[in-house]
């Protein structure tokens, strides 16, 4: 099964919070000490957050998201300690506007039969 027919056969798009899934959030704030943490799945157009902290907002452009390079990568973890001078996201806007990303590092979320199917990510302006 394709990673987005997978993700689609959850039916987990757009559903109300969990606990167990800000508790998820709660730690990756923890663990890497940023003001900011979410847990989201990604489909063909948007990364939605599942839960969050520190953010207002609930789903980010799929063009916009930093998340967008776990998706071929199950096995690894993304971190760009410096994201002005990485060219995948250098010009993204949610590093150009005021308070910027300055730290980011997510882990994909994969499934059993390997797709990458969202991610746990925190970042910080600093």
């Keep these: 099964m394709n990673r987005l027919a ?3 056969s959850f039916e987990i798009m757009d ?4 606990i167990e899934m800000q508790e998820i959030a709660e730690m990756a704030k923890t663990i890497f000490n940023t003001p900011i943490s ?3 799945f ?5 990364q939605w957050y599942k839960a969050k902290i520190g953010v207002n907002w609930s789903e980010v452009p799929l063009e916009d998201t930093f998340c967008r390079f776990t998706l ?14 990485d060219k995948r996201v250098h010009e993204n806007p949610y590093l150009t506007a005021a308070d910027g990303i300055r730290f980011y590092v997510s882990a994909p979320i994969v499934s059993f039969q390997g797709n990458v199917l969202g991610t746990v990510c925190a970042w910080d302006h600093q």
Excluded at 15 to 18: A, I, S
Excluded at 72 to 85: G, R
Aim: aromatic letters at 0%; zero cysteines.
């Design 38 to 40: 979410v847990v989201s």
């Design 42 to 46: 990604i489909d063909d157009r948007r």
């Design 15 to 18: 559903t109300d919070p969990e």
């Design 6 to 8: 997978e993700l689609r």
């Design 72 to 85: 071929d990568s199950p096995d690894q973890t993304l971190v760009i300690l410096d994201p002005l001078s």
